[in-house]
């Protein structure tokens, strides 16, 4: 499940790490650097990061253009497979 930091009283957030440990350790750096190793005074939190929505519309995209490469070309990627020895 993908984390991040963010700290309310900066306007700052860290990066989307894919374990909580990754934005633990994004909080010691932004705490030790800006609030001088001490928490802000409103707080700051670690929490879920929802993933971003632009996986699923590469994947579209991709599978959009091997439908064109497949229609103008009739070379589908199963052929470029056999061809290679992969199938």
Same mark, same amino acid.
């Given at each position: 499940m993908p984390?991040?930091?963010?700290?309310?009283d900066c306007n700052a957030a860290g990066a989307v790490?894919? &374990? $909580?440990?990754?934005?633990?350790?994004?909080?010691?750096?932004?705490r030790k650097t800006v609030h001088g190793g001490m928490s802000p005074p409103s707080g700051d939190r670690i929490g879920y990061a929802p993933p971003s &929505? $632009?996986?699923?519309?590469?994947?579209?995209?991709?599978?959009?253009?091997l439908i064109l490469v497949r229609q103008l070309t009739g070379v589908a990627p199963d052929d470029v497979a056999r061809w290679l020895g992969l199938i």
């Open positions: 984390h991040r930091y963010t700290c309310p790490h894919a &374990s $909580r440990r990754g934005a633990e350790k994004d909080q010691k750096d932004h &929505s $632009r996986g699923p519309l590469i994947v579209i995209g991709v599978f959009m253009l």
